[in-house]
């Protein structure tokens, strides 16, 4: 009969305070790249095509519908939605290039009501 045989798996993990509670943080090298874009702008984009994408396919019939099931307002959704409709180029600068915006989320949702190349020049300078 053959001994059991054991694995042993080393991970590099650190435990960080934020916000007063503890957090894991995985080494520097396994942390995809942002660039200088903060990560919650990447994140908002991503949500508002995923959101977009929900209206469009039928999954949800209104903005109720996905606030209902993020546990989240529905005029949260509401703004946080206008960011999947920004100008390509912007899009780009930010997606692609990684290049950070000049103006705060909040802006962000604003300059979507603004005309492609006047976004542009809102977000960025």
Do not use: C
């Not at 095509?49 to 209206?55: A, F, N, Q, Y």
């Not at 949800?60 to 946080?80: C, L």
């Amino acid at each position: 009969m053959s001994a059991p045989t054991t694995m042993r798996v080393f991970i590099p993990l650190s435990i960080r305070k934020r916000n007063g509670r503890p957090k894991i943080v995985p080494p520097a090298d396994m942390v995809p790249d942002t660039g200088r874009v903060d990560p919650h702008v990447l994140k908002a984009v991503a949500k508002a095509w995923s959101w977009r994408r929900k209206l469009e396919n039928g999954e949800a019939a209104t903005i109720q519908d996905i606030a209902e099931a993020e546990g989240i307002s529905d005029r949260y959704v509401g703004r946080m939605l206008r960011l999947a409709y920004l100008a390509p180029a912007v899009l780009d600068k930010l997606l692609i290039q990684r290049t950070p915006p000049a103006v705060s989320m909040k802006d962000m949702a604003a300059a979507s009501e603004l005309m492609w190349a006047e976004q542009n020049m809102t977000m960025f300078g």
